[in-house]
């Protein structure tokens, strides 16, 4: 048996490393007979390996079982490293031994050369394949390096990461939307948003938290911009209001970006991605509707923007921009009132598509009370976050950003499955 795991990784051998022996392990990516030469193609995920055979030289035993083993199986290969600067990373290996460790079925679910296209449910039927295709890797490597500088960014202002409950009472953003479960003798549901547990610790003194995490939603819509279960980037801050987390919003959706861009493997992703400048354009609700007026798209004060209004603004504008000023009647009790019907709220917008919304918080009790009877709902089910208003609540302001609207806008994806391992919508719930 080859020590396999002293293996090394595709990226890390050179043609400096001449002459030497080494053991590598991965998938059988191509096989390239041109006759007197035999190609193989190793991938593992730092990139490719070229392993040379030439007839009249190899094994013959080697020879043949190398050209029979089926593409996509897993080997593991020893030989000498030869410089050959046609290859991947400037070598080639010329084999000594090679091991299958697990035979592939001879007919693929997907081509993972990227050569032959696949409809996208055929791709997340076979989700496990489709990740190794060079795009899809990529995709997924990007989200962690985004989850990854957000958490550096918040971190290094001060921030907690906490995780409140995903099974819940209450719904926050509206009753319609929630997965019911059945709790013991109860029903609960899966939650909607942290909105209100991360208000809560607000009363803890932890005054500035930040959680990562999913988000279900009951939403039976069919695009490609809606999950039914999502990532939320939910963060609440104490003792400011929502100017302040406009701006620390802007300012580290334009972090993000940033870090993308340096990306190397960004480039397999044939994505314009620019780095926005900072501070985004603000536009109030009724700038918005001033716009859309005048290019014959009328919407009604105190109505949210259908999906044609937010694309055709997003073609108008055509940079990231906020909206603020939201009539209070179209905003969650939680958002704080001000002049005139509105709220201090705020949508983060992509032209394609929002992604995040915010505001200031109603933090005085009575008030909030008051509101959440207004929007129709009982304040008896929500006692449990009321009472933490009762015993000293600073003021205080928040948002949440969807990391899978985020990804696609930024990669110009143009479905959101793709930015999710294994997406959860209407028809999916397997893999
Ligand atoms: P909202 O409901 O606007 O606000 O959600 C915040 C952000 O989460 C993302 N998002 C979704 N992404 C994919 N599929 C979905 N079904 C989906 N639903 C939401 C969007 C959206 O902008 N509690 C407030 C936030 C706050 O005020 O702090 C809230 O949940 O990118």
């Given amino acids: 048996m080859l020590d396999i795991q002293d293996r090394k990784y595709a990226n890390e051998i050179t043609a400096a490393n001449e002459g030497e022996r080494v053991s590598i392990a ?5 096989k390239r007979d041109l006759g007197g030469v035999f190609f193989l193609v190793v991938r593992d995920i730092s990139g490719f390996a070229q392993v040379t055979l030439i ?11 190398v050209k029979r083993v089926p593409r996509e199986s897993v080997v593991a290969i020893q030989g000498r490293v030869k410089s050959e600067q046609k290859a991947p990373n400037g070598y080639e290996i010329v084999p000594e031994r090679m091991e299958v460790l697990s035979e592939a079925s001879q007919v693929l679910p997907l081509d993972t050369t990227g050569k032959v296209g696949a409809e996208l449910d055929t791709r997340l039927d076979a989700r496990f394949m489709d990740l190794r295709t060079e795009r899809t890797k990529h995709i997924f490597i990007i989200r962690s390096h985004v989850l990854k500088a957000i958490r550096d960014f918040l971190d290094e202002r001060g921030f907690i990461e906490l995780n409140t409950p995903k099974i819940v009472s209450a719904a926050t953003e509206g009753g319609t939307a929630l997965f019911p479960i059945s709790y013991f003798e109860r029903e609960a549901f899966l939650n909607q948003s942290p909105q209100l547990y991360k208000q809560m610790l607000m009363a803890s003194g932890f005054d500035r938290v930040y959680e990562i995490a999913p988000i279900f939603r009951a939403e039976e819509h069919d695009t490609t911009k809606h999950l039914n279960e999502a990532t939320s980037i939910d963060i ?13 919003l802007e300012e580290l959706v334009a972090f993000v970006y940033s870090k993308v861009a340096d990306y190397p493997g960004l480039a397999k992703l044939n994505s314009n991605l620019e780095v926005p400048k900072t501070p985004f354009r603000r536009i109030t609700y009724d700038e918005a509707i001033e716009l859309l ?8 004060w105190g109505e949210d923007f259908s999906t044609s209004a937010e694309h055709t603004l997003g073609k108008i504008i055509d940079e990231l921009y906020f909206i603020t000023d939201w009539p209070s009647a179209i905003k969650p009790f939680y958002a ?18 929002e992604l995040s919304s915010g505001s200031q918080r109603v933090h005085s009790y009575e008030l909030l009370k008051q509101q959440i009877e207004s929007k129709g709902l009982s304040a008896d089910n929500f006692e449990f976050y009321l009472d933490a208003f009762r015993y000293g609540m600073p003021p205080h302001a928040g948002w949440g950003l969807g990391a899978e609207r985020l990804l696609m806008c930024m990669l110009g994806i143009g479905n959101i499955r793709e930015v999710v391992l294994f997406p959860r919508d209407r028809r999916r719930l397997v893999p």
């Fill in 55 to 65: 007839r009249k030289k190899t094994e013959k035993e080697l020879f043949e079982r």
């Fill in 293 to 300: 007026s005048g290019v014959g798209e009328e919407i009604e």
């Fill in 236 to 248: 609440e801050v104490a003792f400011v209001d929502h100017e302040y987390v406009m701006t620390l």
């Fill in 336 to 353: 704080q009132p001000a002049a005139g019907g509105t709220c201090n709220a705020f949508d983060l917008m992509h032209p394609r598509v």
């Fill in 26 to 30: 991965g998938w059988v990516h191509e």
